[in-house]
Every structure is written in structure tokens, then in C-alpha cells.
T-cell receptor
Framework: SQQGEEDPQALSIQEGENATMNCSYK?????LQWYRQNSGRGLVHLIL?????REKHSGRLRVTLDTSKKSSSLLITASRAADTASYFC?????????????FGKGTLLTVNP | DTEVTQTPKHLVMGMTNKKSLKCEQH?????MYWYKQKAKKPPELMFV???????INESVPSRFSPECPNSSLLNLHLHALQPEDSALYLC?????????????FGPGTRLTVL
């Protein structure tokens, strides 16, 4: 079953602008991860935020987590054409298997040069 | 080596064929995964192997049969598939049964069932 729900489903911006994607989920989680997928390829892990963390940075990425609202956001600053991809949030549910990630529906980001 | 490799990249098969997908990693990971991904959809977990034993089967039809011959290899045997099984099949691996382990994905096998 799909836990995470991203919005928007698609986002188109100009190079240099910031891109914000949101993810909502339904159950208690251990952590929330963001992955990127270039068209028809495998997924690449971007960043993980644990349930006791509120914000995390990695390079041009900033992730926030609000467990009271069961939501997370991914901000990509100063976007580049190479950031064009689908972005998925994935939750590891507390009380569930450490192996099982439940992926959201994804946001398709297009960065125009 | 932080790579997960998958072969073949593309596979076209008829409904009566038997074929296998292969996945390999040399990162010393002890958990390996098969996911199925339809176009414009998120990956859906199919199977998880942990320390070469089947740990999770997400109620996958028996026409999909996983096999983990050793800690570096993962196979997915396909038999009597249906056209709706056409999808991108992704293999992934992670270190072990720890909270928060990053999963490393292969590039996938694009399967078309005629």
C-alpha cells in the first residue's frame, strides 16, 4: 500500500530557482528517506531524516520533518538542469520491518535551462 | 565498489517462456530486494532476502520465483508471465537489518511480456 503522498505531482521551474516538494504519510515512522530517479533508471538515495529530527541539510538539499502533521518537505536550492528527475519519499514504519520502505507516488521535477 | 548491476537491461518474452533476471552487488550487503515499478508509479516491494534467506514476500504470484544463491547474487525466475507483468524490475541492496539503512538500487531490467 502507498503510504507517502507527494505533492505536487509535477513541478516545472527555471534553472537557478528553488524547488519544494512535499510528502505526507499516515503511520508512525522510524525515518523518512528521499530518493531521486532519472527517467527509467534506478533510484538514488538523497537524504534520510529520523523521526526525532526536524531538519537536515546535505549540499543543496534541505529536508524538514513534522511528525505531528505526518509530513516532510524536500527543498532543492539553486536548481540545475541535471536535477530533472522524479523524486520519491519513502518511509520506514515504526514497528515494521527495517527492510521495508513504502514509497510515495513521487514528484516529477523538470528544470528548464 | 558501490554499484548494483542487473542483467539483462531489456527483456522481451512470451507468456510461455521461462527467463531469469540477475542482480549482483559486491558491497558486502546482506540484504537484497526485488521491486517492480510500472510507468509513472513508485516502486513496489516484491521480495527481501536477508542473509540469503527469504525475509519478505509481498504476496507475489508464484510465477515470480526469487533465488539468492549467495550473499552477492539475487535472481528472479520468471515463468508463465502475463502482459500486465510488463514493468521495470529493480534490484536493491542494503547493509543489514538496521534502522535507516540506505538502499542502493541497480539500473533495472525493462521487461516486456507479449
Amino acid at each position: 500500500s502507498q503510504q507517502g503522498e507527494e505533492d505536487p505531482q509535477a513541478l516545472s521551474i527555471q534553472e537557478g530557482e528553488n524547488a519544494t516538494m512535499n510528502c505526507s504519510y499516515k503511520t508512525s515512522i522510524n525515518n523518512l528517506q528521499w530518493y531521486r530517479q532519472n527517467s527509467g533508471r534506478g533510484l538514488v538515495h538523497l537524504i534520510l531524516i529520523r523521526s526525532n529530527e526536524r531538519e537536515k541539510h546535505s549540499g543543496r538539499l534541505r529536508v524538514t520533518l513534522d511528525t505531528s502533521k505526518k509530513s516532510s518537505s524536500l527543498l532543492i536550492t539553486a536548481s540545475r538542469a541535471a536535477d530533472t528527475a522524479s523524486y520519491f519519499c519513502a518511509t520506514e514504519d515504526s514497528g515494521g520491518s527495517n527492510y521495508k520502505l513504502t514509497f510515495g507516488k513521487g514528484t516529477l521535477l523538470t528544470v528548464n535551462p | 565498489d558501490t554499484e548494483v548491476t542487473q542483467t539483462p537491461k531489456h527483456l522481451v518474452m512470451g507468456m510461455t517462456n521461462k527467463k531469469s533476471l540477475k542482480c549482483e552487488q559486491h558491497m558486502g550487503h546482506r540484504a537484497m530486494y526485488w521491486y517492480k515499478q510500472k510507468a509513472k508509479k513508485p516502486p513496489e516491494l516484491m521480495f527481501v532476502y536477508s542473509y540469503e534467506k527469504l525475509s519478505i514476500n509481498e504476496s507475489v504470484p508464484s510465477r515470480f520465483s526469487p533465488e539468492c544463491p549467495n550473499s552477492s547474487l539475487l535472481n528472479l525466475h520468471l515463468h508463465a508471465l502475463q502482459p500486465e507483468d510488463s514493468a521495470l524490475y529493480l534490484c536493491a541492496s542494503s547493509q543489514a537489518d538496521r534502522e535507516g539503512d540506505e538502499q542502493f538500487f541497480g539500473p533495472g531490467t525493462r521487461l516486456t511480456v507479449l
